[in-house]
């Protein structure tokens, strides 16, 4: 049998780099191919959630300014589903982990920063697939983006900017948590962080300390935001909270905030976990 | 040294880790030389998967260096990661994916490109008889198939230096079987494989030279032949009377390593007694013990067994003894 040499020394760490990024993506995006359960998932999120909040909630929730509540809802299920991306990279993160695949992707003589740039690159491409499948969904129940082509596709860049920070935090968490068993209970703590927000209520009817958190909290900025940019009903008027005031500002700024600490966190955790 | 020789491809000197109260590592010394299995045998919590990982580049040691293949572990790491394969103790796969995706994922990231990669998968699934399963789900596989598959993700550079950590823990002994085969078949082709166990008939059955560890370091080294004639054998003599026991345990007590004492089962009339591998002739024993006046009904000689001679270093049982009794 004619065996390849052992690897020799990368041409351009670089190219190596990216090459070993783009094997790590792949494995992800190929898992996939064999999940016809997740596929399944990621189309019934939406439509489930459209439905029962859309429908059950929507017919006791009135809306400032008035207005449909699933035109309402919509930017918010978005913001949901992408923060709740979070759990994909923390989920395959922890698991490789607690198998050893990390061990052994560590002992082979593949650039360390690959498995965490790849798992974020792999997480934004089925988030693509996740927010078109559930625009489709809205606009199914009646939602609309009003304000023109250039404001639409900014709308679900900051999307995709979120979902990608956050995936961030999932990778950190993950290598964090090593194993699947405490990776399946950090999940639940997402729940909470989506509910005190402006996604499903108005924040101004809340408690004051919970109106604070909420204001402050990146998924109200970032529900905001898209209320702002699809032209959805909801944007509250008046002496707001500043991230509430100037929605994107702050959705880019809280993103720019997560990605600034949470890759070099991770990467310097993939090169150190273990030493 | 073992039958095969050549120059050392793994060499420790003084390794020491410490893991907050636990000294995983304590002083760790190995000469592994190539083309051969060399068995590292040590009870659970010896230290055999942090020598591991720190031959493997994944923990750096407090203390001490080592050398794979020529390249120092902590300083020339990279170096070292493109020498060696590493099959751990859990199966390190990805279980939503086939084997062969697994096997393409790995040459991939072995930089081998894609159109290599995928005839490697093929060319290694068909060669270790896993050709029929390696468009299933790694997760609807045996644990022995996992296994064999994580071996073999290993082999996908040939490396110079396989490190195999404990490769058999929880097969079935077929499954083991098929592993051991594999192992022997790669030494045939010139690599060398260190091995941790803690099973006393896979060291013996597979290695040319084990190190047996405990509380991190080497406590005794050789070939098995070696390691067994260096605490000689036992003795058992059965006398016709328990009367006779008193004397015929002082006369074995001459010929028994200093300061041990025979085990005497008085029921049964029978002392037993572990000796140094020179005082192993029988009549010797038999004129030691007529001369005592004991009459033996049977004397017999018995090389020791590996467990013996692991109980005898280290003071305690392996877990194959126990795993074994409870069986
Ligand atoms: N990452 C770690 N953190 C804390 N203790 C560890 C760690 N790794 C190993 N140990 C401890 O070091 C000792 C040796 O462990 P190990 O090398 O895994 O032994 P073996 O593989 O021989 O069973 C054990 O007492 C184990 O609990
Ligand atoms: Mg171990």
Redesign the pocket.
């Known amino acids: 049998m004619t065996a390849p040499a052992p690897a020799s020394a990368p041409a351009s760490a670089l190219r190596s780099g990216l090459s070993d990024g783009l094997a790590v993506m792949s494995r992800n995006l190929l898992k996939l191919k064999h999940q016809p359960g997740q596929i399944a998932a990621t189309f019934a999120f939406p439509l489930v959630s459209v439905i029962l909040f859309g429908y059950v909630f929507g017919s006791a929730i009135p809306i400032p300014g008035g207005g449909n509540y699933r035109e309402y809802l919509m930017p918010g299920l978005f913001v949901m589903s992408t923060v709740f991306a979070v759990m994909g990279a923390l989920t395959v993160i922890a698991k490789d982990n607690g198998l050893g695949v990390m061990d052994r992707y560590r002992s082979m003589p593949m650039a360390r920063s690959a498995v965490p740039f790849g798992q974020t690159a792999a997480d934004l491409i089925i988030a693509m697939g996740s927010l078109a499948i559930m625009a489709l969904c809205g606009l199914l129940f009646g939602w609309r983006a009003h304000n023109g082509v250039g404001a639409t596709v900014a709308g679900f860049a900051l999307l995709l900017l979120l979902q990608y920070a956050v995936s961030w935090v999932g990778v950190f968490l993950g290598a964090l948590a090593k194993n699947e068993e405490t990776a399946a209970r950090i999940g639940p703590l997402i729940m909470p962080i989506t509910m005190i927000s402006n996604i499903f209520v108005p924040t101004d009817g809340m408690p004051a300390i919970l109106q604070t958190i909420a204001d402050w909290n990146p998924v109200s900025a970032a529900t905001a935001a898209c209320r702002e940019l699809f032209g959805n009903p909801g944007l509250p008027a008046g002496d707001v909270a500043w991230p509430i005031a100037n929605p994107v500002l702050a959705t880019v700024g809280w993103c720019v905030l997560l990605l600034v600490i949470f890759v070099p966190l991770s990467i310097r955790r993939f090169r150190l976990a273990g030493l | 040294m073992g039958t095969h020789t050549g120059d050392a491809v793994v060499v420790a000197e003084g390794l020491r880790k410490r ?2 109260q ?1 000294q ?1 590592l304590d002083g760790l010394d190995l000469t592994v030389p190539a083309g051969m299995v060399y068995g590292v045998l ?1 009870p ?8 591991v990982r720190v031959f493997t580049t994944l923990t750096r040691p407090d203390e001490g260096t080592a050398t794979v293949a020529g390249h120092d572990v902590v300083r020339d790491a990279p170096a070292v990661r493109r020498q060696i394969g590493l099959a751990g103790q859990h199966a390190a796969l990805d279980e939503q994916l086939t084997g062969r995706e697994n096997l393409r994922i790995f040459g991939r990231l072995f930089h081998l490109g894609s159109k290599r990669a995928r005839a490697r998968a093929d060319e290694l699934l068909e060669r270790f008889s896993l050709d029929h399963a390696g468009d299933r789900l790694v997760k609807t596989y045996s644990g022995g198939m996992r296994r064999r598959l994580d071996l073999i993700s290993s082999l996908i550079i040939s490396p110079t230096v396989l490190f195999l ?1 404990e490769p058999t823990t929880g097969l079935d002994p077929r499954s083991r079987n098929e592993i051991w085969d594999t192992v022997r078949e790669l030494v045939a082709q010139g690599t060398t494989v260190l091995l ?1 166990t803690q099973y006393l008939d896979e060291a013996d059955q597979l290695a040319q030279n084990i190190a047996v560890i405990d509380t991190g370091k080497v406590i005794a080294s050789g070939t098995p032949d070696e390691l067994k004639a260096r605490i000689g054998g036992r003795i058992d003599v059965t006398v016709g009377d328990a009367a006779e026991i008193g004397e015929a345990a002082r006369a074995l007590a001459v010929l028994a390593n200093a300061g041990v004492e025979p085990d005497v089962d008085a029921d049964r009339l029978l002392l037993s007694v572990s000796v140094g591998s020179d005082s192993l002739a029988l009549p010797d024993i038999v004129r030691q013990l007529d001369q005592a006046g004991v009459k033996a009904v049977d004397v017999g000689i018995r090389r020791p067994t590996l467990d013996e001679v692991f109980l005898t270093l280290t003071g305690k049982p392996t877990t194959t003894t126990t795993e074994e009794a409870a069986r």
């Open positions: 893991f907050g636990t995983a040590g659970n919590g010896a230290g055999k998967s942090t020598a950590d941790t």
